[in-house]
């Protein structure tokens, strides 16, 4: 694949150190971008076909398995979650593990025992912030000491807690039931940091001391944690550094390498965002405007409150609501990366041995970032959560001098006071709103009579295959006042599944059946709920949960502000033979 032409990138940009708002209703033109253009320093790297064949030897597992199994959490229970102060004492994590007697990673995931009382951390004073670079962006100076870092965790013995065992181990408890609920009075319960309000800080925390940790393997309290840079055109693809040969060319001897890795998502294939399996092999073009426009539409179009972006606080009582990003770009990562011919889809591609991937890392730190530039947006209205439960919810970590602590969501929302900030990074993905295939088509008024209305439907309806219904909206032609007050929501809520299995459900709001494909990069296309294969306890197969979709600017993109309903299609991918949903409707969300 040829070089992107880095001179269609807009100049404006927008990163945690570059604080600006946003206004979304003037942007409407497009992110362009050639897969054709030569010579420029931010080329796509060529794809190294001995690479390739050389893990197809290492891979060469013989025959086929069965379905992946990405594993994500549901809800945990009772507010504030709180990890056990005794981190050894934990039961084996297979939640999720489809089949944990082939587990390579194995499911023993419990950190080496302490004789101490994990204290409270606190932050220490930082002279000089941590720079997380671009991975795709490294000196060469830079990238031979991240890999430097990595050899020497990977050096230490699998007891120490330091080591790169126990640190993908970290994972694996906290994502897969290793532990309960016993500190809040609630043991019966398991600890489960997915799908739900604590996906953002936990991971910040298990980051901030993954790099601390490697910092000072290399005597380095400078080292920031490189971000693999995905919303970015030059950073679509697993960066480079992970697949370069070591050593005498063998593979196995970079720090960085991993042999559980989807061979057919090597460099210079582009990532899908939205995990299309019926868009593989489009063209370098298509698969760069839709994942920008994806990631437009979990940033901006979804998440114009705190529960859309961040998700629910978990409550066993409460059907669990999951956030844009996390159930977005976060998973479709996760499923893309990870080796579908491995019995659990290890490594990036199962929870519980996600950890061992050093990609993974890099991931999150994008992930990370996310959060971070959300909240850059617009800084008035997305805010973090600010009740006493989320502020109050806790972990404990070794911390970078072997020390057991415990650090608490409040005390992680400011990136600066946590010493570390993020290299600034052009984000197209703000000029890549989706425009309509169809403008005025009238369609949910032409449905009248053909398609039923919501108020006519039996539920739960079962989303087998695809369905069509008619949603009223509370009010019409909203004015610009109405509109900064209050965001217009699709919700779909009591969602059911087989946890067992990946789902994946596409929403479509009046989206006209003219036999063209409506991808991501379309305005009918209001987004995706997926659900990567999980089972938190109680029913072993159906789980419950929701999802919403802000639908403002799709109707002002598509002229259908006066209309009366809104034709809602839903769109089954994968997984969806037991699933249904008990609720369908549209409501004014206030924005502040």
């Known amino acids: 694949m040829a070089s992107l032409n880095l001179s269609t990138l807009p100049t404006t940009s927008l990163s945690s150190r ?57 809800s945990a229970g009772a507010y504030p979650i709180t990890a056990p102060d005794d981190i050894s004492d934990c039961v084996a994590a297979t939640q999720g593990v489809q089949d ?21 951390y606190v932050l220490p004073e930082f002279t000089e912030l941590r720079i997380r670079p671009a991975a795709h962006r490294l000196t060469p100076e ?21 080591s790169w065992k126990q640190q993908g181990k970290i994972h694996c408890a906290y994502c897969n039931g290793a532990y309960s609920q016993v500190m809040n009075g609630h043991p019966e319960l398991k600890l489960q940091v997915h799908n739900s309000s604590l996906f953002f800080p936990f991971h910040r925390w298990y980051l901030y001391f993954y790099e601390r940790i490697l910092g000072k393997l290399i005597n380095d309290p400078t080292f920031g944690l490189p971000y693999w840079n995905w919303d970015n055109p030059t950073g679509m693809m697993l960066p480079a550094m992970f697949e370069e040969p070591g050593p005498n060319g063998n593979p196995r001897t970079n720090p960085l390498f991993d042999a559980f890795r989807d061979v057919s998502h090597l460099p210079p294939a582009i990532i899908d965002l939205n995990n299309r399996d019926d868009n593989a092999g489009a063209n370098c073009v298509d698969q760069i405007s839709a994942n920008l426009s994806t990631v437009y539409s979990q940033m901006v179009t979804n998440s114009p409150t705190t529960s859309d972006f961040f998700g629910t606080n978990p409550d066993p009582k409460v059907t669990p609501k999951v956030g844009s990003i996390e159930s977005g770009a976060h998973t479709a990562v996760h499923i893309w990366v990870g080796n579908p011919r491995m019995p659990n889809r290890e490594d990036l591609g199962n929870f519980y041995s996600a950890g061992y991937d050093p990609a993974f890392y890099v991931h999150h730190s994008n992930v990370d970032r996310m959060w971070q530039i959300w909240r850059d947006i617009n800084p008035y209205t997305n805010l973090d959560p600010t009740d006493d439960d989320w502020l109050n919810a806790s972990y404990v970590f070794y911390d970078e001098n072997e020390e057991l602590v415990r650090v608490y969501n409040r005390d992680c929302v400011d990136i600066h006071k946590m010493g570390y900030d993020f290299e600034n990074s052009r984000l197209p993905w703000l000029q890549s709103r989706p425009t309509p295939r169809v403008k005025a088509s009238n369609i949910a008024a032409k449905s009248i009579g053909v398609v039923k209305k919501v108020e006519e439907i039996k539920f739960p309806l079962k989303l087998d295959q695809t369905v069509k219904v008619l949603v009223k909206r509370p009010e019409r032609k909203r004015n610009a006042h109405s509109k900064k007050k209050a ?37 009918e296309f209001a987004g995706t709920f997926s659900m990567v294969p999980h089972n938190h306890g109680g029913d072993k197969m159906l789980m419950t949960s929701g999802a919403a979709f802000g639908i403002t600017q799709l109707l002002e993109d598509l002229e259908a502000e006066d209309d009366e309903y809104v034709l809602v299609t839903l769109v089954p991918r994968a997984g969806a033979e037991d699933a249904s949903v008990s609720e369908i409707k549209i409501q004014l969300v206030p924005t502040a």
């Open 18 to 74: 570059t604080r600006s708002p946003f206004a979304s209703k003037t942007t409407t033109h497009r992110f362009k971008v050639s897969c054709n253009a030569a010579g420029n320093e931010d080329h796509l790297p060529k794809l190294n076909m001995q690479n390739v064949d050389r893990r197809n030897l290492l891979l060469g597992l013989g025959g086929l398995y069965g379905a992946a199994n990405l594993t994500t959490i549901g």
């Open 100 to 120: 944990p007697d082939n587990a390579v990673r194995g499911v023993a995931c419990c950190p080496p025992p302490s004789t101490s009382v994990p204290k409270p």
């Open 142 to 162: 830079y990238l031979a000491k991240y890999k430097a870092a990595i050899a020497a965790m990977k050096a230490l013995p699998d007891t120490h807690p330091h």
């Open 487 to 523: 965001t217009e929501m699709l919700f779909l809520n009591g969602i059911k599944y087989n946890g067992e299995v990946f789902f994946k459900l596409d929403v479509l709001v009046d989206d006209v059946d003219d036999g063209v494909e409506t991808t991501p990069a379309s305005s």
